[in-house]
């Protein structure tokens, strides 16, 4: 019932920015916080933003300044716009549904896109 698809990843070069999204089904969008999720080369698939129903917005150090994350309640769609981009975001992001506190409990994320930041 629930479905959560991601798209927008790709090859990008360090500096560059690109655009993630993440649709919806079988659910009620609007009245959950949703996060994106991200798993490095070698690393644990770690929590690096959310957005509350209210719009409230919070981020990891890492990413602060240079990823916006944003819904669009009406379509049923997650965004990650992504800035100055650098090796380290290299993963694959997943969109899922809760915070950082809660996303593991509630246990549903998307499959995730590839991104890849490299010259």
């Known amino acids: 019932q629930v479905q959560l698809v991601e798209s927008g990843g790709g090859l990008v070069q360090p500096g560059g920015s690109l655009r993630l999204s993440c649709t919806a089904s079988g659910f009620t969008f609007s009245d959950v916080a949703l996060s994106w999720l991200r798993q490095s080369p070698g690393k644990r698939l770690e929590w690096i933003s959310e957005?509350?129903?209210?719009?409230?917005?919070y981020y990891i150090d890492a990413v602060k300044g240079r990823f916006t994350i944003a819904r669009d309640d009406a379509n049923n769609t997650l965004y990650l716009q992504r800035t100055h981009l650098n090796r380290g975001d290299t993963a694959v992001y997943h969109c899922?549904?809760?915070?950082?506190?809660?996303?593991?409990?509630?246990?549903?994320w998307g499959q995730g896109t590839q991104d890849t930041v490299s010259a």
């Open positions: 957005i509350l129903t209210s719009y409230t917005t």
């Open positions: 899922a549904i809760g915070t950082e506190a809660t996303w593991t409990l509630i246990g549903c």
